[in-house]
């Protein structure tokens, strides 16, 4: 077994601080990482609270992990010690029901998540990335291109490809009119990622003061969504619309916006349910909104790879680990842009 020293919640109404632990030994078909960086995602806060009622204490949250290798199982032939490797928000899966067979290895119900999940190798619950180390199924480690900033990358492994995916599944791409709504950690890749694949791309957001960010990362147009006039000059005219907002609001606005047949996708999950939307914007255009996950392991290294060819990373701020309560704070009020990557260096034995 392996000593790990990370920070952990110990209850939802306590400050995240330092906690030891033992990872299990590495197996024949596992790889040890040593934890470089690991991004912060707002699923941290939510599970680090309970906000979303199932958490079990201690909770060491962390689902976006770059890292170095430092040893692997007998089998192993993909990767060595010293290489880099990442992490994301999957550490394992049935690997044989139908939505494995197709490299969709997050809609397995049988899916362990990097932390706050049953591990099947210990009958205990996994433990993330916000620690030194950690111990893999060599199926879900991912091969991190050498040309990118390692610290900007962590944040890909779950904002990147939240994004990533629902814009691959609706073949998005050169001569697509793409919507982002929300310019936060999704929101951003959102529109970096809709731009690189060449298609025309127009942020949605409340905030005027967000409109020359959202230029400079490859908006073609923003839209004051607050603004109807400006939202009527856009009606019937989305191929797509990726809504990233995280917090409960009129779908209605964003719908009405579509063609016939076109499709906005939400990728948020709020505390609370949106309200209903108007079914006859949906029915009278064959429009449809859909939900997406993360995906799977084949597509978050394709993702990977994309953004290495067309060097994509995500706009950081880095933090020392003792700061991950006030990180927590700032990243409520929005007082991020557009990513806390945690420097696990200042992680202290």
């Not at 009405?256 to 209903?276: F, I, Q, Y």
Request: net charge negative.
């Amino acid at each position: 077994m392996s000593k790990v020293v990370s920070y952990a919640a110990p209850s939802a109404k306590e400050p995240l601080g330092p906690y030891k632990f033992e990872r299990r030994e590495v197996g024949p078909k596992d790889i040890q990482i040593e934890i470089l960086f690991c991004g912060v995602c707002h699923s941290d806060l939510h599970t680090a609270r309970n906000e979303w009622q199932n958490s079990v204490y201690p909770v060491v949250p962390g689902h976006e992990i770059v890292g170095r290798v430092i040893s692997v199982g007998s089998e192993i032939t993909t990767f060595k010690a010293g290489d880099l490797a990442g992490v994301g928000c999957l550490v394992d899966s049935c690997l044989t029901c139908p939505d494995c067979g197709e490299g969709l290895e997050q809609y397995c119900d049988h899916g362990v998540y990097t932390y706050n999940s049953p591990d099947k190798h210990t009958g205990k619950m996994t433990y993330g990335g916000y620690s030194n180390q950690i111990v893999v199924d060599e199926h879900f480690v991912l091969h991190i291109p050498e040309n990118l900033d390692l610290a900007a990358v962590a944040p890909l492994l779950c904002a990147g490809i939240t994004t990533y995916s629902p814009l691959r599944h609706w073949k998005i791409g050169k001569g697509s009119k793409v919507g982002i709504v929300g310019l936060g950690g999704l929101g951003h890749m959102g529109v970096k990622l809709a731009h690189a694949m060449g298609a025309y791309v127009v942020l949605f957001t409340t905030s005027p003061d967000k409109v020359a960010d959202a230029t400079r990362l490859g908006a073609d147009e923003v839209v004051i969504s607050k603004n109807p006039d400006e939202m009527h000059k856009h009606l019937k005219s989305f191929d797509f619309i990726l809504n990233t907002v995280a917090a409960a609001h009129n779908l209605d606005v964003f719908t009405e916006l579509l063609k016939r047949d076109g499709t906005m996708c939400l990728n948020g999950v709020p505390e609370h349910a949106h309200p209903s939307p108007n079914i006859g914007n949906l029915i009278f255009k064959r429009r449809q909104i859909a939900g997406s996950l993360i995906g799977g392991i084949k597509e978050t290294q394709e993702m990977l790879d994309f953004c290495a060819e067309h060097n994509i990373t995500s706009d950081i701020e880095i933090i020392a680990i003792k700061d991950i309560n006030e990180a927590y704070e700032r990243m409520l009020n929005g007082d991020v842009k557009y990513r806390f990557v945690i420097d696990m260096a200042t992680l202290q034995e």
